[in-house]
């Protein structure tokens, strides 16, 4: 999941047909799920999802070798997420279950539908980049919402250099064009799927894959600092980065993975709210939590001393979560922000949750110090903005300074390997 910016749109009367998904897993695997999220009470519906394996990225919309195309199935909408359920009662059909209503009252809140564990297989390595390559396709039907992951990631696919190794491409057929249910029909070029995607993203927000070997997986949280707004294509965010050179490092031997669950905008309340909903079916190694948000509120006030109280309890509160579920949680300390964000009102408590977390390292907390990292410094004080080299827009970090979170996380990540 390289982008947790979830949407919702409404699809008109042509606004089905197929949704595709290929990408990159740096393991051979032997079985594939996906998650399929719902930001509404209503449940919306796939008519049929596939999967195969292939040797290579080929044209991104077929797959080659000995492929096998997999139907996935949902055996029961209620079935508990990371099971792996019986045959029976499967239906083509995949009904997206919609939030309940009372959990509609906290925010960031989304309902998420499994499908059961299908037994795919990967096949060779693509000879390019020593990936194992998997394609997903679906037909949904017009004429209702649905939820999407936003992102089409086009300078992702085929760059090795922006997509740090784990190759994606999307692509969809508008007007209720259906190459699921007949693979043999309809085979249009790969620009024709470029240009008709059904939304600007994906319906598959998150794909699992079992590894023959066991995995390491990491989720981030937060809101637009750790999805990567002002980097390449929006999301080549520190943990991106930090997961494709983790594993270039181990040269494959053990898989890495991501999940990142940011967005921006969220408040804590909302992209703590998130984490938790996934954390269960994710089943992350270990967590990158923010130490400090711009959109807690307090009476129209961001970031203020109030809010920071607040944002500070559902971080510790978060932290215990983790650890309760095995999950080794990592800190960042505060982000920098634009001088014009930043006034006393804000850098009171900003420096001083800084010194609170540093502070947690005493108890063994993992904290890396983004702080100096990307902040600039005024009298040998952070003054709360960035280093101009790792901003593009004052508020955010660019490419240059998500690769600097992003080593000094692999550091970490690799010190307790």
């Known amino acids: 999941m390289t982008s947790g910016w979830l949407k919702t749109i409404e699809l008109g009367p042509d606004g089905g047909g197929t949704s ?10 032997v079985a594939v799920r996906i998650g399929f999220a719902n930001m509404t009470t209503s449940p919306w519906r796939i008519t049929r999802a596939l999967a195969s394996a292939s040797e290579s990225t080929n044209d991104y919309i077929e797959p080659v ?10 055996t029961s909408p209620e079935s508990e997420a990371g099971t792996e359920t019986a045959s029976r009662d499967r239906s083509t059909e995949i009904v997206v279950r919609g939030v309940n209503r009372k959990s509609l009252s906290h925010g960031g809140s989304v309902a998420w539908t499994w499908t059961d564990w299908a037994p795919i297989p990967s096949l060779s390595p693509d000879p390019a980049t020593g990936m194992r390559i998997l394609m997903v396709r679906a037909f949904v039907a017009p004429e209702q919402t649905v939820t999407y992951s936003l992102g089409q990631f086009r300078e992702f696919t085929g760059n090795p250099a922006a997509n740090h190794g784990y190759d994606i491409f999307l692509g969809g057929l508008r007007f209720n064009i259906d190459v699921v249910t007949d693979l043999n029909g309809y085979r249009p070029p790969t620009q024709t799927w470029v240009a008709n995607q059904l939304v600007t993203g994906t319906i598959f927000p998150i794909v699992q894959v079992m590894t023959q070997q066991p995995g390491i997986t990491g989720i981030a949280v937060g809101d637009s600092h750790a999805q990567g707004t002002s980097t390449i294509e929006e999301f080549s965010s520190f943990l991106l980065r930090a997961t494709g050179s983790l594993s270039r490092q181990s040269r494959n031997k053990i898989p890495f993975g991501m999940v990142n669950c940011a967005e921006g905008g969220l408040t804590s309340e909302e992209f703590f709210t998130r984490f938790t909903s996934m954390i269960d079916a994710v089943e992350p190694s270990y967590a990158v939590l923010p130490g400090w948000t711009f959109n807690d509120v307090t009476d129209e006030i961001h970031a203020d001393q109030a809010a920071m109280d607040v944002f500070f309890f559902r971080l510790l509160s978060v932290v215990e979560l983790c650890r309760t579920k095995g999950i080794v949680p990592i800190i960042l300390t505060p982000f920098p922000r634009d001088r014009r964000s930043m006034s006393d009102v804000q850098m009171a408590p900003w420096r001083r949750l800084r010194t609170q977390l540093l502070e947690l390292r005493a108890s063994g907390a993992i904290v890396i110090d983004a702080t100096a990292i990307l902040g600039q410094q005024k009298n040998g004080e952070f003054d709360g903005t960035y280093l101009p080299a790792l901003t593009t827009d004052t508020v955010h970090p660019n490419d240059q300074g998500h690769a600097a979170i992003a080593n000094a996380l692999v550091k970490t990540i690799r010190s307790f390997m």
């Open 20 to 29: 595709s998904l290929t990408l990159a897993c740096p393991a051979d695997f």
């Open 65 to 74: 070798g000995s492929p096998r195309w997999t139907t996935l199935a949902v």
